[in-house]
């Protein structure tokens, strides 16, 4: 067992404590590889295990943090040696396993991709899950079949992490982007990343009708409920929408009219279990799209204490763009 600082939950007797404290971590075992952390973030999901919002820690104790980028220091794996940069996203960190909010973590190598040359550990968090998820959203639309002379891009909660990042990759890419946000005084910001329109999301998170006006080619969705099923409603005949988050909620109050009236296509975006080829072709797709100087722009940074408060923030939306983690400060 060796020790290092970490955010640790607790929930004895149904009391939940979460604070930095050192932990003991457990000795690697055939096939593990140790890690130091260099940077974690602070995702949605991160937010709601830190407050206990929902029900998103499955074991206890548990070391938050389902992304973190570092430095092999020991591997019981050969495709991984100690000097390597590798990334951490999902595979259940912060729920069932021990995460990255930690100054060191014992992972899987099943888990890790080595980090690409372009992107260093700072920069990976800022896209962290996050960006990764987004680029998911994009890979899944373009082999639908997306281009920009197609139209227009709707992408909602465009101000919190995925939404920043699919508004700053799909301008990148050249589309025309509609942003939709409840903070309209972010308007400038998400303009600075590339949104063409900004919409209200008070005209999409109501109840809507079945079939509404045509509009959008396509849909990042990370709001879920009626925004969901508003979006659907306007996309284009033979359109596509990725749904990929759930903040407004997990209901999805629609019709099937967008489906088998349009031809609309639903895509279901999980980015904690997707297989390693995926994820490298993401990444990859990631250091060669993302204009890091508006990546730079949309990301904070907070020490491992203080993303214990900055968690509570994240879940009420009211953190812009990206929080970056130093867990050695």
Request: hydrophobic share 45%.
């Amino acid at each position: 067992m060796s020790a290092t600082r970490a955010i640790l939950l607790t929930n004895d007797d149904n009391r939940f404590v979460a604070r930095v404290q050192s932990i003991d971590l457990p000795a690697l075992t055939d096939g593990d590889v140790a890690v130091r952390v260099e940077y974690s973030c602070l995702n949605y999901k991160d937010g709601l295990a830190i407050t206990n919002r929902s029900p998103v820690v499955r074991k206890w104790p548990m070391v938050p943090g389902i992304d973190c980028a570092g430095v092999v220091t020991d591997s019981r794996d050969p495709r991984f040696r100690a000097g390597d940069a590798v990334i951490l996203n999902g595979w259940r960190a912060g729920e069932v396993h021990w995460g990255g909010l930690s100054e060191r973590a014992n992972l899987r190598g099943d888990w890790l991709i080595h980090r690409p040359a372009g992107l260093d550990a700072r920069r990976s968090m800022a896209i962290g899950t996050a960006g990764y998820t987004a680029m998911l959203c994009i890979l899944a639309l373009e082999k639908h079949g997306l281009a920009p002379e197609q139209g227009e891009v709707l992408v909602t909660g465009a101000s919190g992490g995925v939404g920043s990042l699919s508004v700053a990759l799909l301008a990148r890419l050249g589309y025309q982007v509609a942003a939709s946000t409840g903070r309209l005084s972010e308007r400038d910001y998400l303009q600075r990343l590339g949104a063409a329109q900004i919409i209200d999301r008070n005209t999409l998170n109501g109840p809507g009708k079945p079939l509404q006006k045509e509009r959008f080619q396509a849909v990042v969705d990370t709001v879920g409920s009626h925004t969901l099923a508003n979006a659907c409603a306007q996309v284009k005949y033979g359109g596509a929408v990725a749904a990929c988050g759930l903040a407004q909620g997990m209901d999805f109050p629609a019709t099937v009219a967008p489906f088998i009236l349009r031809g609309v296509t639903l895509y279901g975006i999980e980015s904690s279990l997707v297989p390693t080829p995926v994820r490298k072709a993401a990444w990859q797709r990631l250091e060669r799209d993302l204009d890091l100087a508006k990546l730079d722009s949309m990301t904070g940074e907070v020490s491992l204490a203080e993303a214990l408060t900055a968690a509570a923030d994240v879940v009420a939306g009211k953190v812009r763009g990206r929080l970056v983690v130093d867990v050695n400060r």
